[in-house]
């Protein structure tokens, strides 16, 4: 969850390894993480493309990649997370 936007866990797993893929391309090529948006992704989930007609669409993207480091939300040990048991 970002705010009001809600997105499958599993979904932003995908999120998160499209972004971390990204950070494997030369520095020098790449823009910075804050602004690199996931949208041009031909395998960006669906359910992500109405946060792309955002301005701050790139910040959301790095908040759910930063949700989904290290698993954590299926241990509810982030506050973004929701659902947990």
């Known amino acids: ?3 009001d936007l809600k997105f499958p866990l599993e ?3 995908k999120l998160k390894e ?3 893929g990204n950070r ?3 520095p020098r ?3 910075p993480m804050a602004s690199y948006s996931p949208c041009q ?4 989930p669906e359910e992500f493309r ?3 007609k ?3 669409a790139p910040m959301i993207f790095r908040r759910l990649s930063l949700a989904a480091e290290d698993d954590l939300c299926e241990i509810c040990a982030n506050a973004a997370c929701a659902g947990c048991f």
């Open 1 to 3: 969850q970002d705010g």
């Open 11 to 13: 979904s932003v797993k």
């Open 18 to 20: 499209l972004m971390d």
């Open 24 to 26: 494997h391309i030369n």
């Open 29 to 31: 090529m790449m823009a």
């Open 41 to 44: 992704e031909k395998h960006l």
């Open 50 to 52: 109405p946060v792309c």
């Open 54 to 56: 955002r301005e701050d």
